[in-house]
């Protein structure tokens, strides 16, 4: 059995994650699902100064703490950055590492860097130019209405600061042996098809489609679940 850690994207918490790890821990596994500081049930916590390394530093110390090993970690969207900094920092942790339709940072680059030309922007919020707003659900495609309840009741502002601070990588992750990119390409081209092209390209990469939107927990958690047990090595 195998041991996930399972980080969500910006603007909502680990509610996101229950479909996929009720199925996980059924099959057996351990499932941890962190919510990152200052999102979701911890919004009360939010306040100037959160950053990415504010959020990488909130999973390594669930690792830390946990005693974690061995570990499926699975980052999904901007989490890919979070995800991306724990395992350069702790890759003798890590079994697997799974990007769930996210960005995957390069050195020295923030995740305003990475999105493409004419790709949907998020906004700040009017006078609170640390925090930036979620962006509409329509953004990620025509939404089902799983995706527009889970919004309209969880989604909140995401500290601005953990879209420009900018990675410091120093290679830790390339030694990890399996890695597993799954890419939501409906409707494409997305965010993330540049990291789809280039990883398809990577003889060290496993490369997976999912013909749904961006949020693969609501919208397809039954193949998501059979993909990321998949990454198990």
């Known amino acids: 059995m195998a041991t996930f850690v399972l980080v969500h994207g910006a603007w909502v918490g680990s509610p996101i994650w229950r479909p ?8 057996g596994h351990e499932v941890y699902t962190p919510t990152l500081t200052g999102i979701g049930e911890r919004r009360h916590l939010l306040r100037p100064g959160i950053d990415l390394a504010t959020h990488v530093q909130d999973v390594r110390e669930l690792i830390t703490y946990e005693d974690l090993s061995d570990i499926v970690l699975v980052g999904h969207s901007y989490a890919g950055m979070v995800v991306s900094g724990v395992a350069d920092a702790i890759p003798g942790r890590l079994a697997s590492l799974v990007y769930l339709d996210a960005f995957v940072p390069e050195n020295g680059r923030c ?3 990475l ?6 922007r998020a906004d700040p919020v009017p006078g609170m130019e640390w925090l930036t707003a979620p962006l509409p659900v329509e953004a990620y495609g025509k939404p089902s209405v799983a995706v527009v309840e889970f919004s309209k009741r969880y989604r909140c502002p995401h500290p601005t600061a953990c879209f420009t601070q900018t990675m410091s990588l120093t290679g830790g992750i390339d030694g ?32 997976r489609t999912l013909p749904c939107t ?20």
């Open 111 to 113: 995740l305003f860097d």
């Open 115 to 120: 999105l493409p030309p004419g790709m949907p």
């Open 176 to 207: 990890i042996p399996h890695k597993t990119y799954i890419y939501c390409n409906d409707p494409a081209p997305t965010t993330f098809t540049p990291f789809y092209e280039k990883l398809t390209a990577r003889p060290d990469w496993i490369v």
């Open 214 to 233: 961006h949020l693969a927990q609501l919208d397809m958690p039954r193949e998501l679940t059979v993909m990321l047990q998949q990454a198990i090595p």
């Open 20 to 27: 996929i790890a009720a199925t996980l821990r059924g099959a």
